[in-house]
């Protein structure tokens, strides 16, 4: 037989080399500096800087672990119904009209990324029925760097922006996020932030959001929630989920991406939930959904969402749940008093009310480039490069020297 | 008015719905052979032994963090599942041009591979780039490849009717007529769903034309050591593309040789000409598994690799594979001897040549209806069965009901 030689080009030739995303926390886990802090992480880290194990978690890992009535078999395509029921009415509240409707139907994804994912897919092949609609879709500025990217993956290439962050007053400008949306394309897609915005952290209040909704149901754009954090911003799982609700109440349609990573720590085990709430054609849209699930990964991974479904079914867990949730949003919120405080006390022209108006993870400071690189180069101190930091990193050792690093970034000439 | 008004009703998946009736179906004597996943002579899903312990030592370890696992996985299950791949002592991996990305099962794999290749394969636009998958093959691979986005995707025949097993000179045919470039989705070992292939010298001739006509390698691995009972006897062919000088794609699953069906656990292993190849490959990918689920799962990955790298878990994984492997054997022996005693007419020597979970039967579709709807026998109506769902309690009937529709229904 004619042996024939392999051509010595490599069929990779030409692949661009696509630079890390995540070089900071590389950065950061090469510098050597004994007063470094990492402020640019995503998880929730304890008071002893690492993250931490809820021990009902741990618990409930361990019962599962040692179980012989389950068994490894292939989940349904959309999940565990148990965990999609459970993270339904945790999300839209049991007595939800959409649920007594039957109008609501959820499906256990890899993540919240996951869950952005699909509703992408589906949305692009669903949406306006005919042919592939391709947008546009409205993301708020700034907003997660991989965002845009999901939504031109599954298609919808026309990314647009409303605004949302105001640097001149840290914090929302609702003025003009109404405009924007007022001004969008009549039924186009709005990613929309409940339980805290990433990476800002910025809230609005349930005033805002009854003008953001309104401007929803008159223009007939289309929600897409990301709720990434139920719980950890105020404490309260309801006040929390209050944005979804309302704009169920008020009889829109609606996506809403749900993550269990944080207010349960189960980062790795990446547990997500997509819910969908429509008017109609429910088993038609979801056997779309099962389509889709099929393309990317088959069906979801098990283990984080048993641990899940197994707590929020559980009346005793659910309790014990809800404190530990509570525990994590008090102690940011602590953690914001003490920063202001400190800042206030090192003096200044600054005012620092906005530190503590949004509870949750993440702050913004109003950092420019070069106080931000500053503070990265000269004080090891890692944060986003716009400004935005994980509050839950500062902690008693680090908090005097990141609030001067802070101070001194403002002061100087820079 | 809802925006989703008119969305049409997606058709059921073939094997889900046999299930679903499979399920609801009341008969005492009903049998299963239609879903791919293994079961033990009773009839019930196994966790492997070595599954149970080193689950219970990883709920144990009190060290281990939930947090996110790099983007690519978790290094040491990326590493030693390219080394169960290609072996411990691949050349490949010794010049530092083998790497992986840990995805969600066999799909996952299939999918990361996909949007890569869709991406960067052949130019920046592969849309068009022909994908050939085998006719037939695992009813997944066109929705996956068309979802990332490729519009050409071209059967190349397998299976041959007639002579129940492989139609090799078509698959050669179909290698030579197709555009240079092409991308072919191969099966490593244990073929689904017909159970059938190639041999060492059939796939050395396939492999020849692949490298004349520069075809691309996309190998589907979803059941390594559960075909022979070896791991290294089931990599043969990956092996053999590499030891040629392929630069080549394996999707691989451990739902199957591990049981962790529900735990998501893929890893796609990528062959590259050298390390900078291997290094602006991995970089995009890591870019499109960003957007897709951002990180992968933690529990099934830290499963496996503690299970590889250490010795005495790893020498026990093997053997729980071989008595997986060993029943499905005995299973096979045993239907194809009792259609001989019934005198079935036909030749059931296809039942033992065949290799791993599938048998493709050679029922027509008429015959399935009868075995599904008289004998409460579910199977695939392409006649493909699982030989996992044959026990020593139910394999006469079923060896009786073929029997039955053999001979009444032409």
């Given amino acids: 037989m004619h042996q024939h030689e392999m051509s010595a080009r490599s069929v990779f030739d030409g692949v661009v080399f696509m630079p890390s995303q995540i070089k900071l926390l590389e950065d950061f886990k090469r510098d050597m500096h004994p007063d470094k802090v990492n402020l640019a992480g995503r998880e929730y880290v304890g008071e002893h800087g690492h993250t931490t194990w809820l021990p009902l978690v741990r618990k409930i890992k361990q019962q599962i672990a040692t179980d012989p009535t389950l068994t490894p078999e292939y989940p349904p395509n959309l999940g565990i119904p148990e965990f999609t029921r459970r993270a339904t009415e945790l999300a839209l509240g049991k007595d939800s009209p959409a649920i007594v409707e039957s109008r609501v139907f959820g499906v256990q994804t890899v993540g919240c990324t996951g869950a952005v994912h699909l509703g992408a897919e589906l949305l692009r092949s669903c949406y306006c029925s005919s042919s592939s609609w391709s947008g546009p879709i409205l993301l708020s500025s700034p907003c997660d760097d991989s965002l845009a990217g999901i939504f031109k993956a599954a298609g919808i290439e026309d990314v647009q922006y409303y605004r949302f962050w105001d640097a001149e007053s840290n914090g929302v400008c609702v003025e003009n996020m109404v405009r924007d949306l007022e001004n969008a394309p009549e039924q186009c897609l709005v990613v929309l932030f409940a339980s805290g915005h990433r990476p800002t952290g910025a809230e609005l209040s349930q005033e805002d959001w009854k003008r953001v909704a309104e401007v929803m149901v008159k223009r007939q754009l289309f929600p897409f929630f990301l709720m990434s954090a139920q719980g950890l911003c105020s404490g309260s799982l309801e006040q929390d989920a209050w944005p979804v609700r309302h704009c169920v109440s008020l009889g829109l349609e609606l996506l809403c991406a749900q993550s269990f990573s944080y207010n349960f720590g189960l980062y790795g085990e990446r547990v997500g939930h997509l819910l969908c709430v429509l008017k109609q054609n429910l088993l038609a849209v979801q056997s779309q959904a099962e389509k889709i699930v099929q393309t990317l990964w088959s069906c979801p991974p098990m283990e984080g969402a048993r641990v899940v479904a197994t707590v929020l079914s559980n009346p005793a867990h659910l309790v014990d749940w809800q404190e530990s949730v509570k525990a994590i949003a008090e102690r940011c919120m602590l953690i914001r008093e003490r920063l202001r405080e400190r800042l206030r006390l090192l003096g200044g022209p600054w005012h620092w009310d906005h530190i503590i108006k949004p509870g949750g993870l993440y702050c913004c400071f109003g950092l420019n480039t070069q106080q931000v690189e500053f503070l990265v180069q000269k004080k090891h101190i890692y944060l986003l490069p716009n400004g935005c930091l994980n509050v839950s990193a500062i902690n008693s050792r680090n908090l005097d020297y990141v609030a001067e690093s802070i101070h001194q970034a403002l002061s100087s000439k820079l | ?410």
């Fill in chain 2, 1 to 410: 008015m809802s925006i989703f008004g008119e969305v049409p009703q997606a058709a059921p998946v073939a094997v889900f719905k046999l299930t679903a009736d499979f399920r609801e179906d009341q008969n005492p004597r009903k049998v299963n052979l239609g879903v791919g996943a293994y079961r033990t002579d009773e009839g019930q899903p196994w966790v492997l032994p070595v599954v149970r312990k080193v689950e219970k030592m990883i709920a144990d370890d009190h060290s281990l963090n939930h947090e996110y696992l790099p983007i690519l996985g978790l290094p040491e299950f990326r590493s030693s599942s390219s080394k169960i791949a290609l072996g411990e002592d691949s050349p490949a991996i010794k010049d530092n041009r083998v790497g992986a990305v840990q995805c969600l099962g066999g799909t996952g794999a299939l999918k990361i591979g996909a949007e890569f290749l869709r991406r960067w394969y052949n130019g920046t636009d592969n849309t068009k780039t022909p994908i050939y998958v085998s006719a037939p093959t695992w009813e997944n691979h066109n929705a996956v490849f068309s979802n990332a986005g490729f519009e050409d995707i071209r059967p190349y025949k397998y299976w041959d009717a007639g002579k129940r097993g492989l139609d090799l000179e078509g698959f050669l045919g179909d290698l030579e007529s197709a555009p240079d470039h092409s991308i072919f989705v191969l099966h490593a070992c244990a073929h689904n769903p017909t159970g059938t292939d190639p041999t060492q010298d059939q796939w050395k001739q396939i492999a020849d034309v692949m490298k004349r006509k520069s075809l691309f390698a996309f190998f589907d691995s979803a059941y390594q050591g559960f075909a022979s009972g070896n791991l290294d006897k089931d990599a043969w062919a990956v092996r053999y593309f590499v030891s040629q000088g392929f630069e080549l794609f394996c999707a691989q699953s451990f739902s199957k040789n591990f049981g962790l069906y529900n735990e998501r656990v893929g890893n796609l292993t990528v062959v590259a000409k050298d390390q900078d190849n291997l290094n602006r490959v991995l970089s995009q990918m890591e870019k499109i598994v960003r957007i897709t689920w951002s990180n992968p799962p933690s529990q099934g990955a830290r499963l496996v690799a503690i299970t590889l790298n250490t010795p005495e878990l790893f020498a026990e994984w093997k053997d729980n594979v071989k008595t997986m492997a060993d029943r499905v054997l005995l299973m096979r022996a045993q239907l194809k001897e009792k259609l001989k005693a019934l005198g079935t007419p036909g030749t059931w020597e296809h039942i033992t040549e065949q290799i791993g979970m599938f048998s493709f039967t050679g029922l027509n579709s008429k015959q399935v209806e009868y075995l599904v709807k008289e004998k409460h026998i579910y199977l695939m109506a392409s006649g493909r069965i699982n030989m996992c769902g044959l026990t020593t309690k139910n394999i006469d009937y079923v060896a009786e009901s073929i029997h039955e529709a053999v001979t009444t229904v032409q």
